[in-house]
Each structure stands twice: as structure tokens, then as C-alpha cells.
């Protein structure tokens, strides 16, 4: 792989891993934004490859697969069919409305790349450039987590998080060993799982995924 193919290829899959945390704000079904996390954990795989090519590291290389595999593939599906069941599976209410969460994310992609200025001066590399995409993923991740009211949608942030560590993790170390990448990959496919099977409860007993609605009946 050239220079210039792994710079291009190197900048796309970041960005788009960033952009795909911003789309799951602007979207309100939740089909949609499973989706969206779907490509996001695509982008994110096309990273480490691309990563694991240049500096010919096989481990990396396996890496991607696996992520392809958890973030792409299986947690997706398994979210999916959470949402298929869900008569309600759209983000109608949130705490902060579309347009304002729109606006809350381009402030926290510029708060992103002034807080971690000094990191790339640090990391003057291809790669270390990029890190200000993985830490603006997670902080979108985070405010998806504490704006959203479905029980689905925090998840999803949760999952945003994660891959903006992972993105970090990859850009800044040239990727982390394939134990402790397999290691996160289960936890966040275990917290999924248990998702579902919460969900399944929840619908059986209650008829919704709406944390309002699950909070008024504890009160």
C-alpha cells in the first residue's frame, strides 16, 4: 500500500467512523441508526486493516476481521432484532431536540480537536492526525447516552463510545494486542445480549422500551 493510498484510505474510514456518530443524532428510527452503527463498525475495521497493511502487522490484520465481525455484523443483527420487536422503535422525544443535537456535535468535534492539539504535535504522524476524529466519536457517544430516552438509543452510545476508544486506540498505538481487542469485543457483545433478553422481558411485562415510560410505573 502507497503513502498516499494509506493516508486517503486512512482519513475516509476516521472520518466516516466521526460521521456516522453524528448521523445516529440527526436519525430517529432506530432501524436507521442501527444501521449507521453498522457502517460505522465497517469504518472502523477499514481502519485497523489499513493500519495492519502499511505497517505489516498480521495481528492487526486479524484485528480488523474481528471487529468487521463484532461491530459490523453481530451486535448490529442482534440489536435489530431488539428493534424489530419494538412497536415504538423511534427516538420521538429525546432530551434535546434534532437541530440543537446537531449543533451540540459540531461544538464537541471542535472542542475535540483543540483539546488534543498538543497530543498531535506530539504524534506528528499520518495516523496520530486523525486521533481528534476518535475522541470526537466518543464525546458524541457520550452526549447520545445522556440526550436519548430508548433504552436502544443509550446503548447505542455506549457503543459509540466504544468504538471511539477503539478508534483512538488504533490511531495512537497502531493497535492494541488481538487479546485485548477480543477481550472488548465480548464485553460489548455480552452487554448486548443481555440487552435483548432484558428487552424481551421488558415488552412481555410492560409493552415498551421507553425509559420514561418504565420510570413512571416505578413511581
Partial sequence: MTSSVYASTLGLSAALVLLCAVVTLWRRSLGAIVKVLAVQGAALACVALAIGFHEHDVGLEVIAVLVLG???????????????????????????????????????????????????????????????????????????????????????????????????????TAGVPVIVELGASLDVLLAVVVLRVLATQMRAHVGSLDLDQLAELHD
Fill in 70 to 172: 463484532a461491530k459490523g455484523v453481530v451486535v448490529p443483527t442482534l440489536i435489530t432484532r431488539v428493534v424489530r420487536h419494538d412497536p415504538t422503535s423511534r427516538e420521538s422525544q429525546p432530551l434535546v431536540n434534532v437541530p440543537a443535537s446537531l449543533v451540540a456535535a459540531g461544538a464537541l468535534v471542535f472542542l475535540s480537536f483543540a483539546a488534543t492539539r498538543s497530543v498531535t504535535a506530539l504524534e506528528p504522524t499520518t495516523a496520530g492526525r486523525l486521533i481528534p476524529f476518535g475522541v470526537a466519536a466518543m464525546l458524541v457517544g457520550f452526549f447520545a447516552l445522556a440526550t436519548r430516552r430508548k433504552a436502544v438509543s443509550q446503548i447505542v452510545g455506549l457503543l459509540l463510545v466504544d468504538n471511539g476508544v477503539a478508534l483512538v486506540a488504533f490511531l495512537a
